[in-house]
């Protein structure tokens, strides 16, 4: 193989997959080293669409599978048809997943099928509970099953792997792509004042000498009563805190804008001034409502990892999280969906200076916006094939040290 470019099939399907793999895209796609080609499952469609504009890619292969409402096994089964077909006829050498969405968990098992190798970005991450995310828990064990070179984002998602008895040899500490990502944005709306400008008037609405409660929301084990219970916990912070506003750029899932339309589009009249709901937004236009926000109320994974970069407060809404590290570091709660607990949580923020300062320090334990470039090195060094890896990478050291 050594002269000829490693081809690579970049897969992904909804907006965190893109929003992760974009960067690594870009990096790819400049490389003389490799042939790279993406593949969508288009598992989510506008909301995967906004990326995939903002970040100016082009797929070459475009599956165009979501269905409203759709259902796991549906997706799953379309998905291992379709990107099996792409495997065939693109021949990759690395398939490259992220996560442990189904369109991750899928294109793994395709790739696996086709005996093509498996490069898993953001491996390693666990909760050890079955059901909790569901079903991401075990759609990433999976995907591990069938990886040959696993990304973990940090030192602890290593140490789970090799618990696991995954070779150490084929296990690199990246830090996550997702710092990547949102660095570059940062630095765009920093230097891009007419953009800025842009953004600004599009949220005029929002009345500067209130403060700004960001929110977003989506997983599923809370649909259904975890989830109203939530949107019943935000009409009362806005009822308690006269000075709060709330902006909520709601999930297109029906099992989201249900609750959300119901519970927080119902809120009396008085406080429905401070309630803003809103469709998805671009991924510039969502980093610059983070910058804005005092608080972020999400279950998301993808702002977990974001909001440290911009010391910003995060309450979690699970009761568990596969990224503890931003929990332990001090800048974000897990409230569990419990509506006392968020208000609780919420109100506390709101009115203890020193509570709030003491989680709004700028650190992320994520990553340092350096991933891609270790990925692209790690996957170069491993254009070989798999079955040379462990003897040439045993003790490869260019690893994201811990800060
Ligand atoms: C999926 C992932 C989840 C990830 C989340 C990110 C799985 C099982 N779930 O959950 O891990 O955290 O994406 O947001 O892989 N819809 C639209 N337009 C869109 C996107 C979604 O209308 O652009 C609606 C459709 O009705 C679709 C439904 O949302 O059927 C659910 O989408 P799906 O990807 O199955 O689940 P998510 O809850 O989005
Ligand atoms: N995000 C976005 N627009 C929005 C809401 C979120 O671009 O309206 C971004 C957010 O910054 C993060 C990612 O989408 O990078 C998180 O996606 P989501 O919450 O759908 O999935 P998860 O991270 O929970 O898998």
Redesign the pocket.
Known sequence: MAGSPSKVLVTF?????AIKLAPLVKALAGHPRFDMEVCVTA????????VLETFAITPRYDLDL???????PD?TARMVTGVSGVVRDFKPDWVVVQ???????AAGLAAFYEQASVAHVEAGLRTHEKYS????EI?RRLVSCVADLHFAPSKRAKDNLLRENCPESRVSVSGNTIVDALLWVVDRLRCELPLKRALDDRFSFLDPTRRLILITG???ESFGRPFESMCHALVDIVAQAPDVEILYPV??????QAPVNAILGGAPAALSRRIHMIA?VDYLTFVYLMNRAQIIITD???VQEEAPSLGKPVLVTRENTERPEAVEAGTARLTGTDRDRIFDEAMRLLTDDVHRRSMSFARNPYGDGQACARIVERLDAASGGPRALLEEFAGFTRELTPS
Do not use: W, Y
């Not at 999930?251 to 989201?256: K, M």
């Open positions: 399907g909804t907006r965190p997959e598992q989510h469609r506008s909301m995967l669409d906004q979501m269905r409203p409402a759709q259902t796991l997706i996560g442990d969405t189904t369109t991750a968990l995310p569901f079903p991401e759609n989506h997983r599923r999930h297109l899932n029906p099992n989201v998805p998301s994974g993808g």
